[in-house]
């Protein structure tokens, strides 16, 4: 079952073709610490693709990687410092990637001429934390006999007797 407790870690690291791998599993070992194990595949399947393509096409190497979870929603962002690095031209195939794949992605430039990539993976409907608390089981130890011995208007007439004894 799947934590409800908000989740986050972040990442700095400085890429290269070796490190790929090693920070793919990072986040995977990660995502298995929260209880997300069907989120690492496509995940670490995308987070991959982004840094391979950034490695191969950014002159600024450092990366920062973050991870968000909120109890529905897993959002990853990779974040650079490359002003030379354009997503539009350089990254066309790993964004289209992200789209085809993810329920939501997006890219904004940072204040120091960088960007950030991100995108968010849903855990699907089976895999939420239930809203609804279960049903309490009764805790009566003795039951009422069913159907009852008499009517519900001859135990109203019998008690109306009853108490016209007593005047």
Request: charged residues 25%.
């Amino acid at each position: 079952m799947k934590t409800a407790r908000p989740c986050y870690y972040h990442v700095d690291v400085e890429v290269s073709p070796e490190r790929v791998g090693h920070v793919s599993r990072i986040l995977a070992a990660h995502l298995r610490y929260w209880d997300l194990e069907n989120l690492v595949e496509p995940v670490c399947r995308a987070a991959e693709l982004l840094l391979r393509a950034i490695d191969e096409h950014a002159s600024d190497k450092h990366m920062s990687i973050e991870m968000w979870w909120n109890g529905q929603h897993l959002i990853t962002a990779i974040g650079d410092d490359d002003r030379d690095l354009r997503p539009d031209q350089d990254l066309r195939g790993c964004l289209a990637h992200l789209a085809a794949t993810s329920d939501g992605w997006g890219c904004c430039a940072t204040e120091t001429g960088g960007k950030i990539i991100w995108f968010s993976q849903r855990a699907r409907s089976g895999e939420r934390v239930p809203l609804v608390p279960t049903v309490p089981r009764p805790s009566l130890r003795h039951m009422r006999q069913v159907p009852r011995e008499l009517p519900a208007a001859a135990r109203a007439a019998a008690t109306d007797l009853v108490l016209e004894g007593v005047r």
